[in-house]
């Protein structure tokens, strides 16, 4: 049996009954995907680590061949994940499983994505959340049970309703000044990412190869990508390849960041059965990168593509 620092579990409050996290690092097979996970309060159906595991590796490569398609089907693959990650939103955060709150988080991400689609225009989503905000109030108000945890509740909605905003991002990648030609490095880092959490390390050594190994395959990516032709005819060259290369780095790296930071506070905590965290938690890194990958498209967009 492998030897575990208990400093890396996370501390939670137990419930009677409950397994301690002690108790869930040194017992064999141990739920998450780093050491230190909690086991699930009741077995379910499926392993939440390997749910999510599934779920963080096929989304990526959903994104990276929609990247050659229409802009529609990126919508539609953003509407499929929006659901997914809203059902599972109050019990990622442990907030109340109120269905109201979790119809305006899914509401929010789907209104968004399809209006940035239709416009063509991220400003767009700004006027979606601020309405959101507004939404997330009047859900609020209309509880009839006490409003027990209202801020809480309220902060964990409004805080699913910003990941959604940011994941319409990813509809508005369109050639031009941000173009969708990002977003395969950044596929290729998520999945890297993905793949790492397979590993049996140190929590502190798994956050670490988060940072570093999704922005090399990214920056190697980028730079492959730019000497085949992918990015335009006007990237190929040994100056431009390494300028589209040093540009996926930043990229890998912010994708590094969002899925490090997953890991370490969306990864910790009790699996309701059936894995509905488990989902959420493998997407919503990949929704909240939408708009730091469009910002650097943006900011960056003549050194990736064009």
Partial sequence: MPIVNIQDAPASPLSPGTVSPLEATTQHGAYGTRR???????????????????????????????????????????????PLTAQGWPALVRSQHDQGATS???????????????????????VVMALSVLAA????????????????????TVAGNLVMVSGAAWCALTPGLADPAVIVPCALALFAGALLTVLEVRATILEALTLTVPALVA??????????????????????????????????FVAGVLMASANRVLWTHRWVPGGRAAVASAIVPILALGAPVYAIARLMGSFIAG
């Fill in 137 to 156: 109030f009047l859900v609020q108000m209309a509880r009839q049970d006490g409003r027990r945890d209202l801020v809480e509740d309220l902060s964990a």
């Fill in 36 to 82: 230190g996970g909690h086991r699930p309060i009741e077995p379910g159906l499926v392993d939440p680590a390997w749910t999510r595991l599934a779920m963080a590796g096929i989304v990526p490569i959903l994104l990276a061949v929609s990247a050659a398609l229409p802009t529609w089907v990126r919508l539609i693959v953003i509407c499929l994940l929006v």
């Fill in 219 to 252: 920056g190697v990516a980028g730079g492959v990508l730019a000497a085949v032709g992918f990015f335009g005819p006007g990237h190929t060259g040994l100056q431009q390849e390494l300028q589209s290369a040093a540009a996926c780095v930043i990229v890998g």
């Fill in 104 to 126: 305006i988080v899914a509401l929010t991400g789907l209104t968004a994505a399809v209006v940035v689609a239709l416009r063509g225009d991220y400003g767009a989503a700004g």
